[in-house]
């Protein structure tokens, strides 16, 4: 199944910060999704990006898409402690099923 | 209002013994799911339900069989539980009358299974 592998595994920023995930995935795709997942809690969905856009914002959130390159990228600007969960990409192509990752786990420290 | 609800949130057994874990969805979505993630923090599809058909079966023992009484509910059954079982379960749902996966998909908060 379609499955997309984010990096990088952990990471750290300050309140403020920027914080910068990539995904890469194997074959083509129709969209490609980011979920965040908050401790002991279920997925939510934050945005969704179709193969033929390239960017697309959502408040302070920016993802990115590169199908030539088989990436993406979800940038968080100006991070709050409240950002700190793990974040994962799901590539979707025809009729396979959302695979998740193991996702980045972002921790944004106060 | 919550939108996917699971239960129990908490789930501590013994081995052998036979669960189920319920979830409803109360946003008229067609689509419902179970996803299992396990210690390596992976999430895989299990089954997937369109208007209570069965739709996605993936490779999982048999000891595990999906429920839908109607639209708005799927319920997980375990049976003969094992250790290798022990994981957080979540059921999510999509208004997506193909089945085909391409719309969002809304999860509940998981259940986390614990086998003894």
């Known amino acids: 199944s379609q499955q997309g592998e984010e990096d990088p595994q952990a990471l750290s920023i300050q309140e403020g910060e920027n914080a910068t995930m990539n995904c890469s995935y194997k074959?083509?795709?129709?969209?490609l999704q980011w979920y965040r997942q908050n401790s002991g809690r279920g997925l939510v969905h934050l945005i969704l990006?179709?193969?033929?856009?390239r960017e697309k914002h959502s408040g302070r959130l920016r993802v990115t898409l590169d199908t030539s390159k088989k990436s993406s990228s979800l940038l968080i600007t100006a991070s709050r402690a409240a950002d700190t969960a793990s974040y994962f990409c799901?590539?979707?192509?025809?009729?396979?099923?959302?695979?998740f990752g193991k996702g980045t786990k972002l921790t944004v420290n106060p | 209002d919550t939108a996917v609800s699971q239960t129990p949130k908490y789930l501590v057994t013994q081995m052998g013994n036979d669960k189920s874990i319920k979830c409803e969805q109360n946003?008229?979505?067609?689509?419902m799911y179970w996803y299992k993630q396990d210690s390596k923090k992976f999430l895989k599809i299990m089954f997937s339900?369109?208007?209570?058909?069965?739709?996605i079966n993936e490779t999982v023992p048999n000891r595990f069989s999906p429920k839908s009484p109607d639209k708005a509910h799927l319920n997980l059954h375990i049976n003969s539980l094992e250790l290798g079982d022990s994981a957080v379960y979540f059921c999510?749902?999509?208004?997506?009358?193909?089945?085909?996966?391409?719309?969002?998909?809304?999860f509940g908060p998981g259940t986390r299974l614990t086998v003894l």
């Open positions: 074959t083509s795709i129709n969209n």
């Open positions: 339900y369109n208007n209570k058909e069965l739709i």
């Open positions: 946003l008229g979505h067609d689509t």
């Open positions: 999510a749902s999509s208004q997506d009358s193909r089945g085909d996966g391409t719309d969002t998909q809304y």
């Open positions: 799901a590539p979707e192509g025809g009729s396979e099923k959302l695979v």
């Open positions: 990006i179709r193969s033929n856009e």
